[in-house]
């Protein structure tokens, strides 16, 4: 066997290893809290967090390392990336926490994830 032959097989394992193989998948998201009110005159604002539920029956509050983005349905509100809303006029607003179903793809060099996305949703009533 030539070396080139042997060292592809093994960087090809290394690469699917590096990448997450074999670790539980992100299931659902809980966000936290599920419903909150708060002032669009004085731009009050709600922290919220997402609980990651995993195959393996575990959990753990998700952040931007996991791929963790934010959104929120309309102007009513805004939202930061650590999941800080403040409401900015009147209105019912949809709160949506989204992660890659493979956090483990989530790394900082420059590779997408290409998995499904997993979101969570709450509400947040702008007065």
Known sequence: M?????????????ILIGCGAG?????SITVSPSTAT????????VGYTAQGHFSDG???ELS?????SWKTSTNAAS?????????????????????????????????TNTSPNVSGTAQLVCQ
């Open 2 to 14: 030539k070396p080139l032959q042997f060292i592809l097989p093994v960087c090809t394992a290394l």
């Open 79 to 111: 939202i930061g990336s650590t999941g800080e809303a403040t409401c900015l006029s009147p209105g019912t607003v949809t709160v949506t926490a989204t992660a890659p179903e493979n956090l483990q793809l989530t790394v900082n060099n420059g590779v």
């Open 58 to 60: 575990s959990s753990r």
């Open 23 to 27: 670790h539980p998948n992100l299931t």
């Open 64 to 68: 931007q390392v996991d791929g963790l």
């Open 38 to 45: 708060a002032s669009s005159a004085t731009h009050a604002q």
